[in-house]
């Protein structure tokens, strides 16, 4: 862009990471509204925090109650909606953060933009995978059914696709599994490679 030359800091990711001797990463939480994915984010949160690694979550309402605020539910809103988060996730790791992200995040072209941005080493996918019938069992804010009376246009998994990851770093499945089992997981798989 014209005009924009960014600066060159003094302090490197690089001294961050030797300061606090984790690798940062963005462990991307995908999946349908009510799968768990801010439940299993927030766990792996404080799994980290309690082994010294620095994190941060990012987390869809959160993030639409305040950077985001300006987007609807379009398709163009929720691309941008990643869009920005991918960037935010992006300076996080510049700054030896691990970032936890918890949004549907619902096409695969943007997951795909987010793990060109970090870096394909630098990105861990988890699919999130509950069936729709168990998510609405479990939707605490009734937003399946505003949806399916037509209250809300464009929700995931009505009448807005979910493109399922093809290839996801983690797969785990909380209809089927405790969220113990499914944070052991996360653990077992992620923690050795922020070493």
Known sequence: MENIIPHNHSITQADR??????????????????????????????????????????????????????????????????????????????????????????FRSDRQSA?????????????????????EERDVKGLYAKARRGEIKNFTGIDSPFEEPQNPTIKVNTANEDLEDCLRHLINKIVPKLK
Do not use: M
């Open 17 to 106: 990471v030797k300061r606090s001797g984790f690798k940062p990463v963005l462990i991307w939480f995908t999946g349908l509204s009510g799968s768990g994915k801010s439940t299993l984010a927030g766990a792996l949160e404080v799994y980290l925090h309690t082994q010294g690694v620095p994190t941060y979550i990012l987390d869809g309402d959160n993030i639409r109650s305040g950077l985001n605020k300006d987007l609807d539910f379009s398709e163009e809103s929720r691309q941008e909606n990643i869009r920005r988060i991918s960037e935010v996730s992006h300076l996080f790791l510049d700054a030896g953060v691990v970032v936890l992200t918890a949004f549907i995040s619902p």
């Open 115 to 135: 793990r060109d941005l970090v870096g394909d080493e630098n990105f861990f996918e988890v699919y999130v995978e509950c069936p729709i019938e168990v998510c």
